[in-house]
């Protein structure tokens, strides 16, 4: 079994910046691919950033690029989300997820493990 657990989260004001963390356990991750989705209030869960375990390849939405950049501490298990230049419209719960594949996908329903989610609001 794999447990991921999101910390990090906040209030900030818009402009701001967040580190998101992900701490991963229960097996070793040197195969998966591990991401970041966010879910606003009333909006379908949506893809924010993901990153190969080995290799570091990465993705990103456009809605984000340029200001998150995602990390991973493969000696920690840890995956990180530095979030800067927040906007309101980044309010959201945000989630890490882990995909048992060298892969990257941004689609929510190959991935196989979920944190409980981390609540991010940016005020105006």
């Known amino acids: 079994q794999v447990q991921l657990v999101e910390s990090g989260g906040g209030l900030v004001q818009a402009g701001g910046s967040l580190k998101l963390s992900c701490a991963a356990s229960?097996?070793?991750?040197?195969?998966?691919?591990m991401g970041w989705f966010r879910q606003a209030p009333g909006k379908e869960r949506e893809f924010v950033a993901a990153?190969?375990?080995?290799?570091?390849?990465?993705r990103y939405a456009d809605s984000v690029k340029g200001r998150f950049t995602i990390s991973r501490d493969n000696a920690k298990n840890t995956l990180c989300l530095q979030m800067n230049s927040l906007k309101p419209e980044d309010t959201a719960v945000y989630y890490c997820?882990?995909?048992?594949?060298?892969?990257?996908?941004?689609?929510?329903?190959?991935?196989?493990?979920w944190g409980q989610g981390t609540q991010v609001t940016v005020s105006s």
């Open positions: 229960g097996r070793t991750f040197s195969t998966y691919t």
């Open positions: 990153k190969m375990w080995i290799g570091g390849y990465t």
């Open positions: 997820a882990a995909r048992q594949s060298p892969d990257i996908s941004t689609d929510g329903g190959r991935y196989d493990y």
